[in-house]
């Protein structure tokens, strides 16, 4: 029954650690989800640099193309297309260049909402197992210790012992309800010379296989 308590303690407390490393890693994915915020805030950077770099496009191309009809007028015509074509240069540059800005600014803002999302996440998630993990370990550990050194105590102590010392011991010392589980007559058996049993009781009710 020692060991058995033994053993039932011990699964229930790498239960609990489970269950708080379950918990941690819930914690953990439920704040990461929040990093599709800052995702979404570089989408639209870069959704606002590629629109003004279509914009700026598509003003060049359409004074090319204005360009382009008058380029055929006698005399004037080339050097009015020309000038038509070079007309938007510096506000579509300045356009591009005021785009590319603000997007990439834009993007730098996701990219640490997103890098201090993903530490908040991972900080949140230690802790909601470290904390009680260490709790419950601080209460368990030293109980497991003393058990453990008791153990190794009783098994040098039992290992060459003589077993009819061994039984008496069982017989005077564990309780009646104790050694029922083990002979329905324990006395009989110390009295008898048959000390399976009561020596199996007394290694067993110390932790010992």
Known sequence: MARTRTLTRDLIVLGLLVVFAWTGMKVHDGILELTSVGRSIQDSGRAISATTRNTASAVDGAFADAGSAVSGIPLVGEQLGGTLRR????ATSALRSTGDEQGARIVRLGVEQVNKTETAANWAGRLVFA????VLLAWFLP???RLVRGMVVADRTLRDAPEHILAARAAYNLPYE???R?????F???AD???G???KALRQESGLP
Do not use: I, K, M, S
């Open 182 to 186: 083990y002979t329905q007559d324990p």
């Open 197 to 199: 049993a009561l020596v």
């Open 143 to 145: 109980g497991r210790v």
């Open 188 to 190: 009989g058996d110390l």
């Open 87 to 90: 007309a938007p240069a510096g």
């Open 193 to 195: 010379g048959r000390h």
């Open 178 to 180: 104790t050694l029922r």
């Open 131 to 134: 904390l009680p993990a260490l």
